[in-house]
């Protein structure tokens, strides 16, 4: 194998593969990226046998072949390497050595068979639909947070994407949570999605589809199974197992009779709690917020640190005193981009709910704490 390639568009592809190795591994050839180079196209792929992405790169191929290199110690080369230089890449007769080459630079690195690396193998992915990158983006970003990172219930460990119906209109939904909070995201059922099941995405593979969606094109192709799912945009492909687990009843944790309306600035009210959980405890940073009529008052105190309170004008008629976990008051407050946060409570043992004003496809459930 010999091709030569700009260190730009390497570099971007190996930043993006190197991405799902892992720093730490048992099974050397899971360190390695795996290389194949034929009709002017570079091809990369990188493993942790849950999740697989493969990208392409047009290169200057002339002798193609393949092979797997370290993937961390190629990234960190191509990383050094002066801007707007041609790496080449030369691997020896005896397929054990490839040479690295770009100016008066030159690294021989050590290699795998190509015949060791592991093939995730997505096997048939019976439901397939396309979605727009920016709504994918918007999916993520306003659930992700929710996710739980408890080993023990490994079935919240993820963003649960599935089928449903509101108010007689089909919709994508997904849903995250961690039992302290809940995030739930709809968009209008895509094509072809009408059959889908109900899966479990990974946490490491939603971190991975975000960080990739931001250089996607206008549309990413969703293909997936009750085991597999799989996301094509541009010349990358993420394929990832899904848990295997069954998502609880979320609709349950959602309250249907909480009667107390207060609507806010979302700017006005983060900046707020912000500043006030400078001076809250511990792990739970706990804040209070007591609703007199218009009248919004957000306090926090601490035995070591002293207390801190601030008050807002709020569109409202009711008194309640309710408390919080700051960071995740924080979490949701800063997803809502609309002019209005909306707040429906009930007592200060009831879970509240969270709304934009101007946007119905966010909702959000967050647990209180007593203060």
């Known amino acids: ?23 730490r ?14 009709d002017g196209v570079l091809s990369m792929t990188a493993t942790d046998m849950d999740l697989e992405i493969n990208e392409s790169v047009a290169a200057n191929v002339s002798n193609p072949g393949a092979i797997t290199a370290p993937a961390h110690t ?24 490839i040479t690295v080459r770009a100016g008066r630079s030159q690294f021989k690195l050590s290699c795998l068979p190509v015949s060791d690396f ?44 599935h089928h449903a119906e509101q108010e007689g209109v089909q919709v994508l939904r997904a849903v995250a949570t961690d039992g302290h909070r809940l995030a739930r995201f709809e968009m209008p059922l895509p094509e072809g999605a009408t059959d889908m099941p109900g899966i479990i995405i990974p946490r490491k593979a939603i971190q991975e589809l975000r960080k990739l969606s931001d250089d996607a094109a206008d549309t990413i192709k969703i293909s997936l199974s ?50 006030v959980s400078t001076i809250s405890d511990g792990k739970s940073r706990a804040v209070k917020i007591a609703l007199q009529g218009k009248q919004m008052v957000i306090s926090a105190s601490s035995a070591e640190s002293g207390s801190a309170t601030e008050q807002m004008e709020v ?7 309710i408390g919080f976990n700051a960071k995740y008051l924080l979490d949701i407050t800063s997803q809502i981009e609309g002019e209005g946060c909306r707040l429906t409570l009930a007592d200060p043992a009831s879970p509240t709910i969270i709304q934009d004003n101007g946007d119905p496809s966010s909702l959000y459930v967050l647990m209180p704490l007593r203060v």
């Open 74 to 97: 190629l990234h960190d080369i191509v990383r050094k390497f002066p801007d707007g230089v041609e790496v080449e890449l030369e691997l020896n007769n005896e397929g054990t050595q």
């Open 226 to 275: 009750e085991s597999k799912i799989r996301f094509e945009f541009d010349h990358i492909v993420l394929t990832s197992k899904l848990i295997d687990g069954k998502f609880p009843d979320y609709e349950r944790v959602i309250p249907k009779g909480n009667d107390k309306i207060v609507e806010c600035d979302p700017k006005t009210f983060t900046s707020a709690i912000d500043r």
């Open 315 to 321: 569109n409202g008629d009711t008194d309640i005193e």
């Open 25 to 38: 591994n048992t099974i050397p050839i899971l360190s390695n990226v795996l290389m194949k180079a034929e």
């Open 118 to 161: 592991p093939a995730l193998g997505a096997g048939e992915l019976a439901t397939s639909f396309a979605v727009p990158a920016a709504s994918l983006r918007a999916l993520v970003d306003r659930t992700k947070f929710a996710m739980s990172t408890e080993e023990t219930r490994y079935y919240l460990n993820g963003i649960y994407l």
């Open 1 to 23: 194998m010999k091709l030569s390639i700009d260190r730009a568009a390497l570099l971007r592809a190996l930043n993006h593969v190197q991405s799902v190795v892992e720093r």
